[in-house]
């Protein structure tokens, strides 16, 4: 178990066993193990000699200066974080001496509050900062230099380490309405926050599905307005957060130096809290109930003088809550029915928020001329709104979709958690660059800086919170965090291969798609052989394979080109560095009798208005299918299918509840007719419109709530190769049949 305060979940035997792996505790630094910080620190000077620390360090904090006692405080609970525990300090107070870590107070405007000079002499380390937050991100980089090789070292070698941030805003954005994180999840995700040096933690507290913060004034907002019936079925699904667990995170964040940005959306996205009080909505029967669908709805706060006294009122206990500079009052997708009306509820809102010395912040869409100069605009489609905020003169916050929108998977593996299909990859965050060549030395002054948003539609569990926002996290804390001249992918790529082996030993559930390996397998016509080919992002690391069911390891066979196997092996692979494994083993089954088989994510989807890799509602335990799938148009494409030895077809289907509201779109969606009670999946030759090659009845699956495999379908083989398009005859879009996986059989 962990060492953590927080009872985290378990770790996974794979990474205890990857932990095991590793060569043992080293004695000695690896050289520049400085080099394998992130973010990249400014400077950085190498000196001869090295720091010894021993088992445990102490950490001297100069008598009578209360604030630099607590960061060391502070720092040892941070640091003593993970697996085993990973630099154990001990706090003192008094003079400077050697063979310690002392933490020594500045003035020094040029490092700003954030910043620190790090020491590293064989004497002693003497981590220099204005205050606080330099303390705090002195020690994380030490805390890094410590575990800057395959195992901890315990010799850190001598050398300056100066140091500040580019942007003063580097965030994250957490949705806990529309999935419920526990304050547990919460405090573990503040620590692993700070550990990469971001501070803002927006935490987006209600939406349509969930109204999540404790508000004494209206206890139904928790009561009626924290709980869901799941689409489909299921368990009554929420949760919220006691005025009492906030204040716990709050003080837990200022100690992390991250300012925690609350959101209440308003006046869109407002459903559970109308549905807890009817004459909050602009038309109070439309939501009876908190809703369990996705999307944008038309019920939002009416524009009275009862609906802002609410608001004004939900607003005070925010602020009581929420000692930090900004409050977020939503302002996005408001639906336009709410035309022209007396009142401005934003703007009233806005200025309640101002009235009372805070700043507001408000999605992008709350941009107008006439908004307040101290308010601040959050610019998400795309970075436009960035550009017209700090045109005219409001400062600016980043969080840009797609860009920066950890909703987004981050890879196409079979392996990758739900989300958004369209990849958004560690790379693509890398190379996001906030501050555009062509804006003014005004506008970039208004620019605060970034943060990933994980909107969680589809991020059902902690566990998948964690792999959406890390390691993305990693690449944006050094887009926001270090100078942009000496960004470099492929210097970041070999840090990361240091930065997986952090995250291991914090039981940190990152996700892998850096090193992790992708597959796909390619049978022969006559189905006597399969190819296997294998690929992970980095271009840093090894994969090695087995395909004698051994464990892959650092002997096993390089791999450099497709393996072509006997049908029914099974293919097992890694990714290792010199020192030791980087990724999870994936194993790769290859089935006897196949001239073909696809799952949907590795077929080409025939439209992409709403493209998600989508979690089956069913079962409510254990693993679910993830089916991709353009929810406007299920439809997918095999391209090139060789059919001339086929005779059977073998399809897996699943059917998901349609609980999106996409407006008019929903008119459109249209559906090939069927002609059984429970519909048919067609399979169509060359184009959509082409042959009928196939009809397979639903009806075998149309009780089941998992994935069903249908029987084999008889087909004649067809000389050549043709696109194969795969869409369901059904009555209407709910519940919605999707695809699991297609073969193509010879017998
Ligand atoms: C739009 S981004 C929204 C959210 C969704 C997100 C992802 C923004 C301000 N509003 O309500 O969660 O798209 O689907």
Redesign the pocket.
Same mark, same amino acid.
């Given at each position: 178990m962990s060492t953590s305060r927080f009872s985290g979940p378990p770790a996974p035997a794979i990474w205890l066993a990857l932990l095991l792996m590793l060569p043992a505790w080293r004695a000695t630094a690896a050289p520049g193990a400085s080099l394998n910080v992130i973010p990249r620190p400014t400077r950085i000077e190498a000196h001869a000699g090295f720091f010894a620390v021993g088992s445990t360090l102490s950490v001297i904090a100069p008598r009578s200066d209360r604030e630099a006692a607590a960061a060391a405080r502070d720092l040892k609970e941070l640091l003593g974080i993970g697996q085993p525990a990973l630099l154990p300090l001990t706090v003192q107070t008094g003079a400077e001496r050697d063979g310690a870590l002392v933490l020594r107070r500045l003035n020094d405007a040029a490092l700003g509050a954030e910043g620190y000079r790090l020491s590293v002499t064989p004497q002693r380390i003497v981590l220099a900062a204005n205050g606080p937050a330099g303390w705090l991100y002195g020690g994380v980089t030490l805390w890094q230099l410590v575990h800057g090789g395959p195992g901890s070292v315990r010799e850190v070698d001598a050398q300056v380490i100066e140091d500040h941030p580019r942007l003063a805003w580097r965030g994250l954005m957490l @949705?806990s309405a *529309?999935h419920f994180q526990s304050p547990d999840f919460l405090a573990r995700l503040i620590d692993w926050m700070a550990l990469h040096k971001l501070n803002v933690l927006h935490w987006h507290l209600t !939406?349509d599905q969930g109204w999540r913060i404790q508000i004494l004034k209206y206890p139904r907002l928790t009561r009626i307005g924290a709980w869901r019936l799941p689409a489909g079925g299921g368990d009554r699904y929420g949760g919220f957060y006691t005025q009492a667990q906030i204040r716990k995170l709050v003080q837990l964040a200022a100690r992390r130096n991250i300012t925690v940005v609350p959101e209440i959306d308003l006046p869109g996205?407002a459903s559970a809290a109308i549905a807890s009080y009817p004459w909050l909505g602009v038309q109070p029967h439309e939501v009876p109930v908190v809703p369990a669908d =996705?999307g944008v709805f038309n019920t939002v706060f009416a524009p009275t003088e009862a609906s802002c006294g609410f608001l004004e009122d939900v607003l005070t206990e925010v602020m009581a809550l929420f000692p930090g500079p900004y409050i977020h009052i939503g302002g !996005? %997708?408001v639906p336009a029915i709410q035309g022209a009306h007396t009142i401005d509820v934003h703007a009233r809102l806005e200025r309640f928020v101002e009235s009372h010395g805070r700043r507001a912040v408000g999605?992008d869409e709350t941009l107008t001329p006439t908004l307040a100069r101290s308010a601040v605009v959050m610019s =998400?489609r795309g970075v436009a709104g960035a550009r017209a905020a700090s045109a005219q003169g409001n400062d600016t916050v980043l969080a840009p @979709?797609p860009q920066l929108?950890f @909703?987004h998977r981050s890879g196409l593996a079979a392996w990758e958690p739900p989300g *958004?299909l369209a990849p958004l990859t560690l790379r693509d965050v890398y190379e996001f660059e906030p501050l555009a060549a062509d804006l003014s030395a005004a506008q970039r002054a208004h620019v605060l800086g970034l943060q990933g948003?994980v909107?969680t %539609?589809h991020v059902r569990t902690e566990q998948r919170v964690a792999a959406m926002a890390f390691p993305r996290l990693a690449a944006l804390a050094e887009v926001g965090w270090s100078d942009p001249a000496a960004r470099s992918w492929t210097d970041f790529e070999r840090r990361m291969a240091v930065q997986v082996r952090r995250y291991r030993q914090l039981d940190l559930p990152f996700d892998e798609s850096l090193f992790g390996v992708e597959s796909r397998v390619e049978y022969a016509a006559d189905a006597g052989s399969a190819t296997v080919t294998l690929s992970h992002q980095a271009q840093f690391g090894e994969i090695r394979y087995t395909t004698d069911g051994a464990t892959p390891a650092l002997d096993s066979p390089l791999y450099h080109e497709p393996i072509t196997v006997t049908p029914g092996a099974m293919v097992r692979a890694a990714t290792f560095a010199n020192d030791g494994q980087l990724s999870t083993s994936v194993e790769v089954p290859t089935y006897v009798g196949i001239a073909g088989r696809r799952s949907s994510v590795e077929l080409t989807l025939c439209g992409h208005a709403v493209p998600l890799a989508l979690e089956d509602d069913a079962p409510p335990r254990g693993p679910r299918a993830i089916f991709a799938v353009d929810i406007e148009n299920p439809c997918w494409i095999w391209k090139h299918a060789d059919l001339q030895r086929v005779h059977t077809l073998v399809a897996a289907v699943g059917q998901v509840p349609f609980n999106f509201r996409i407006g008019a779109d929903r008119d459109r969606m249209h559906f090939a007719q069927p002609t059984t009670p429970t519909g048919e999946l067609l399979v169509h030759v060359d184009t959509c419109d082409g042959a009928l090659y196939a009809r397979m009845p639903l009806a075998p699956a149309s009780r089941a709530n998992g994935v069903t495999v249908l029987p084999g379908y008889s087909v004649s083989p067809l000389s050549g190769a043709h696109d194969l398009c795969l869409q369901f005859a059904q009555r209407g879009a709910d519940p919605l049949w999707v695809l699991d996986w297609m073969e193509l059989r010879t017998r």
């Open positions: @949705d *529309r !939406d996205h =996705w !996005d %997708e999605w =998400w @979709d929108y @909703d *958004r948003n909107w %539609e």
